[in-house]
């Protein structure tokens, strides 16, 4: 009875091994589509206050004129392609388009950055678009201080684990990753968990980045490059470049700089 016992037993923990070994995904190349979502009107309405027009007729009037003519969330789409050492992340699709007016032109409605990254090296490669301007900033990964929750969620089909970091000082970001992609990446320049990135927001700027498919295709060499048209500098460089540009823009400067940075 006792040997019959040993059997079942060794036959139940071999079917829960191969279940699991089944579900397993270790997942090294291939390909993220996200969505990014900004929520316009109340971006807007946060940029009226710190332009000082909360009560200003022009400003209510021009908020209720962009309110007619455009959808709430402005959405755009991007693709991430890794390897095992290497991310590329490229805008695919702009914002859905403005129709203009005062609020047509705000930086935090662009796309403005095309990243390579080589994660093994922790160094990357971003061209980055501000304004009429295109840089090529070539420097170390960001250093994110992650504090990692035990809250999950699925996204895209995988199994994923928040994380909260600051950035930049002030930024509030709220990282999903999973360990089932064994690459340390995500959409634009966020990374540093141990697993990719899929779902990604940053609360107070209202602005989220969320997988919406992924594929475990190889991935050829020609898909992991970005474009290099751009004038060379480092962070610091441009972090200069900016701040002396934007030193007459007022109080809208720092929301500016935060987001050219970003």
Known sequence: MKKLTYIISAYLLLV?????????????????????????YTLIKDQIKIWGGGDDSFYKAALENYQKNNPQFKISKSTLYFGKETTAFIPTEEAIASTGGWFGDMIEFKQANSILTNVKAGTSKTQKKVYDETYMVSDSTRKINW????EFR??????????????MDSVYVVAFYTEEIAVSGGPESFGGLPGMILGLALPHEHVTWFATSVSDAPVSEDKLKIPTKGKPVNNKQLYD???????????????TFKWAMM
């Open 16 to 40: 829960a091994f191969h279940s699991n070994a089944q579900h397993a995904r270790f997942v090294t190349q291939g390909t993220i589509a996200y969505e990014k979502r900004i929520n316009a």
């Open 147 to 150: 504090k990692i929750t035990d």
């Open 154 to 167: 699925e996204i895209a089909g995988y199994n994923c684990r928040r994380a909260n970091a600051l950035v």
């Open 241 to 255: 470049i900016l701040k002396s540009a934007l030193k007459s823009w007022g109080k809208s400067a720092h929301q």
